[in-house]
């Protein structure tokens, strides 16, 4: 955990010193909220089992739509969407996927959280 000093006398101690001497105080995330504001920001999530990403599509309203795309793009796209166990935001086919959806990146970060918490 880190330690801020705060000497009376203006003179520098180690913070070993500090610790031993009850001096050194503990730097918490009040005394310099922007410093921490990354602690409430939500994880990121960057990949989904298959089943959270297909049940986020249906609860999305998008299943149909995406077995369309699906079907309209090459073999080796057909196969990944049919058997893969997980589905990772940054790949190639995800990327094309969410682009011919229409989707920004906020929503393509929105859409894998929210996946990820089924």
């Known amino acids: ?3 801020v000093s705060r000497s009376d006398d203006g003179a520098i101690d180690s913070v ?3 610790l031993q001497e009850g001096r050194a105080e503990e730097f918490l995330p009040d005394d310099d909220p922007d410093l921490f504001a990354f602690q409430n920001a939500p994880p990121i999530v960057s990949s989904v089992s298959a ?3 297909r049940l986020m599509l249906r609860r999305s309203g ?3 739509q995406v077995k369309t795309w699906v ?3 090459d073999g080796e796209t057909q196969d990944a969407f049919e058997y893969s166990g997980t ?9 094309a996927g969410f682009a011919a959806m229409g989707f920004t990146p906020q929503q393509v ?3 894998f959280t929210a996946a990820a918490s089924l």
């Open 16 to 18: 070993f010193e500090q």
């Open 62 to 64: 998008l299943l149909a």
């Open 109 to 111: 970060d929105e859409f």
């Open 51 to 53: 089943r959270q990403f």
């Open 71 to 73: 079907a309209q793009q």
């Open 87 to 95: 589905f990772v935001k940054d790949s190639p086919m995800m990327a």
């Open 1 to 3: 955990m880190p330690f």
